[in-house]
């Protein structure tokens, strides 16, 4: 089916939130993007994702996809070594992939390329709407193989965010021309006595692709949480690079800025003031459609971002619950039930994520949002997303997590105070999306999140705990009429 070309001036006045990891789905991306609106999927992990269904006997038949991905070796690969017709056996260990390095294989590059191909080409399925990618720029690791896969299978628009995606605007480009690229990591030394000026990750689409095409980049929507930055991005990359902005404020669910003040409560929670609020009429002076983002997910907060200019609202928490999300349904249905009998409740966590950022925990039972589940739970770091990079004595470059076990971290040059309530995101976010790691009788718990939207959640009921991504759609469009800002 031909897709919808990109065109600035007739965008969709919603924008589905990327939310890793696979919450925001395939079929959540999908189902949006059908009703005519922006559908985006999360890059976040998502190799981890596809080795996981392809255990679990491959429910979406993402092999018919891999057979048309240009790289076959590295589809063939993914199927020989992943793939389980039968399943997992009850108490069967997922396989894991190696950790991608800083130094990266390139096959742990193309069988990310690979799966993010999946990951678009399903959501593409049916219809000829926009589809976007979210990626975090704080992982660089994963930013360059993530989109050019995606790039593989034509994706409309990349929104880049938790981070200052400055490089990964030029590097888009250069994927776009088939040309090899780097992001610089931001890298600790203090171990080093001769370290290398810059260290950078370096991806080369000739490894997977010879020779590689010559492709159209995507739109470049930078995910930001200030005018500032906006202003910054706009001035210093060229016209061309940037084609609209998600403006997102400390309500959004997920992980949030930190506050300018940098000023947290006694139990971690970021102070937010009025110096973390938009100026959006700056924003609006850039002359490039925009986004509103955190808590403006109803139908007031759409007539409000109409109101200061902005082309729509992107919208993650209420979607991260609909039927189409990456939850289990089950689970999903108990989450909207304890919100509505008050059971579940939402708190921004200063500490909990390994990357630094605040991050929006819902305090729902059996996960690590409740402290005692958190504090029985034994470290381990065996996927390594959040990893950050450091050199050893001798120069070589390796990760550390603050999750990771204490000794670990501490032995790796790592301060102690850094571990402290820092929980595994990687294999907490997984179990959310049903692909739980199984450690002997013990199973990996989950920690959802979400924002404060989901506090008086207007859709569904305790009674009757479901609804549709286009409920959600027919519920922020209830209003049409502006109201002041
Ligand atoms: C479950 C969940 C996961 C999220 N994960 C990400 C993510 O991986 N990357 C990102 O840029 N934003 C993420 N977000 C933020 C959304 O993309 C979106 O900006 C936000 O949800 C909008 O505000 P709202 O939560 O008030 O709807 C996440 C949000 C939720 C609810």
Not at 385 to 397: E, N, S
Request: one cysteine or more; aromatic letters at 8%.
């Amino acid at each position: 089916m031909p897709r919808t070309p990109f065109n600035p001036d007739a965008l969709p006045s919603i924008l589905q939130g990327g939310m890793g990891v696979a919450v925001s789905s395939w079929e959540l991306a999908r189902a949006v993007a059908s009703a005519g609106e922006i559908g985006v999927i999360s890059g976040t992990a998502i190799d981890s994702v596809v080795v996981r269904e392809l255990q679990d006997g491959d429910p979406y038949n993402r092999r018919a996809v891999l057979a048309d991905y240009p790289d076959q070796e590295i589809a063939e690969h993914l199927i020989d070594r992943y793939y389980n017709p039968e399943g997992r056996a009850e108490n069967q260990p997922y396989k894991l992939l190696p950790i991608h390095r800083f130094n990266p294989s390139v096959k742990s590059q193309r069988v990310l390329a690979a799966a993010t191909y999946t990951e678009i080409r399903l959501a593409q399925q049916g219809h000829t709407g926009l589809i976007g990618i979210n990626l975090m720029a704080k992982l660089k690791r994963y930013t360059l193989p993530c989109l050019y896969g995606a790039m593989l299978a034509d994706v409309d628009i990349a929104c880049i965010g938790a981070g200052i995606p400055m490089e990964e605007a030029r590097a888009i480009r250069a994927l776009a021309k088939g040309e090899a690229t780097s992001l610089r990591l931001d890298v600790d030394t203090s171990q080093c006595d001769e370290p290398a000026d810059t260290y950078t990750y370096d991806f080369d689409p000739a490894d997977v692709l010879s020779p590689p095409p010559q492709m159209e980049p995507p739109a470049f929507f930078p995910i930001v949480s200030s005018d500032t930055l906006a202003r910054i991005l706009h001035l210093k990359l060229p016209e061309e690079f940037v084609q609209g902005w998600v403006i997102e404020e400390p309500l959004a669910g997920g992980h949030n800025a930190p506050p300018r003040s940098k000023e947290y409560d006694e139990d971690g929670t970021p102070i937010y003031g009025e110096r973390d609020k938009p100026n959006y009429d700056r924003v609006k002076k850039l002359g490039k459609p925009f986004y509103l983002a955190g808590g403006y997910g109803s139908p007031e907060g759409l007539a409000i971002a109409e109101s200061v200019g902005a082309t729509g609202i992107q919208v993650g928490s209420l979607f991260s619950l609909a039927d189409e999300s990456g939850y289990p349904k089950h689970e999903k249905h108990a989450l909207i039930r304890g919100l509505h009998t008050g059971e579940v409740r939402i708190r921004t966590d200063g500490m909990v994520s390994p990357t630094g950022f605040p991050f929006k925990v819902l305090t729902a039972p059996q996960t690590l949002g409740i402290p005692e589940q958190y504090q029985q739970r034994e470290r381990i770091c065996d996927l390594g997303y959040l990893r950050t990079a450091y050199v050893d004595k001798k120069g070589r470059i390796f990760g550390r997590c603050p999750a990771e076990p204490v000794d670990d971290y501490v032995r790796k040059g790592g301060d102690v105070e850094d571990t402290e309530g820092r929980a595994c995101l990687c294999n907490a976010l997984l179990a959310n999306v049903g692909h739980a790691q199984q450690r002997d009788d013990e199973v990996e718990l989950r920690l959802y999140t979400g924002g404060d939207t989901l506090l008086n959640l207007p859709l569904g009921s305790a009674d009757d705990p479901q609804y549709t991504a286009d409920d959600v759609l027919a519920y922020l469009k209830k209003i049409t009429e502006p109201v002041p800002a």
